[in-house]
């Protein structure tokens, strides 16, 4: 297995294949707010399936990108967090939502930096995007604001950013729409409630998005073990494969 390594010029943690000649695809995944880049992969990286493989055996040729947020004051805490945007409740993720607006959009924007990038190398049908709580609601609206189709889009326990004030705008991402979804949330989830997770589900399959939606009995705040973990590996990789036939697109 390769070592995590700190790209320091775009402020990631990443796992590349051990062999560069061997990056077929390459995997973005956001942290959630309060936790940070290195920590985030740690945990993903150390996650296994039922016989006890871990997602560098079971995505070979992927490198993994684990984005870092910016620290950002806390309103509601009262300290700085990593954090892509402030949020006042995470009971209600769109209370005060107007004020997420600058920082979400700001956020947003390096993702598609990275995606930019990666894309350079391996296409946009090669990429598949995603995250977890706030960093899934930052990688939606990463997506539908690059409007490309990128190979894949997963979320784990996330919501939808800002749903009645630019939903609209979503519905012009037509590219992005073309982006498969697996969804997946826990229904133990005291962080996130699973509603906001179904609400997510609801509004993408409404703007057309094909959306697979997963829930789980348990999980907590994080992916069910192992099911939820095979089912998104097995995502990625039909994903992935359907990009393989997909002439690489410019960058």
């Known amino acids: 297995m390769s070592k995590i390594q700190w790209l320091h010029s775009s402020g990631c943690f990443s796992l590349a294949p051990q062999d560069d000649s061997n990056h077929r695809s390459t995997l973005i995944l956001l942290h959630g707010r309060g936790s940070n880049a290195e920590e985030f992969a740690r945990e993903f990286l150390e996650t296994q399936d039922s016989y006890g493989q871990f997602l560098y055996q079971l995505l070979p040729e992927t490198k993994v990108v684990f984005p870092e947020a910016n620290v950002l004051p806390s309103e509601q805490m009262g300290i700085g967090l990593h954090q892509w ?11 005060h939502e ?6 979400l959009l ?4 390096r993702i ?18 995603g995250g977890i709580s706030q960093g899934c609601a930052t990688a939606v609206y990463a997506l539908l604001g690059l409007n490309r189709q990128l190979g894949g889009f997963v979320g784990f ?21 073309h982006t498969p979804a697996l969804l997946e949330h826990c229904d133990d989830d005291a962080i996130i409630a699973m509603r ?10 409404a703007l057309g998005i094909k959306v697979e939606w997963k829930a789980y009995g348990d999980g907590d705040h994080w992916i069910n073990e192992p099911k939820g973990f095979e089912d998104f590996v097995e995502f990625v990789k039909t994903c992935l494969h359907a990009g393989s036939v997909i002439p690489k697109l410019d960058g």
């Open 98 to 103: 107007n004020e997420q607006l600058s920082a």
């Open 196 to 205: 906001y997770g179904e609400e997510l589900h609801v509004n993408l399959e």
């Open 85 to 95: 945007f402030d949020m006042y409740s995470t009971a209600n993720p769109h209370e």
């Open 106 to 109: 700001g956020s947003a924007n």
């Open 157 to 177: 326990a996330g919501w939808l950013p800002l749903p009645a004030y630019t939903l609209e705008q979503y519905a012009q991402a037509t590219e992005a729409l």
């Open 112 to 129: 598609v930096s990275i995606i930019h990038e990666e894309a350079r190398i391996v296409g946009y049908q090669h990429i598949i995007l």
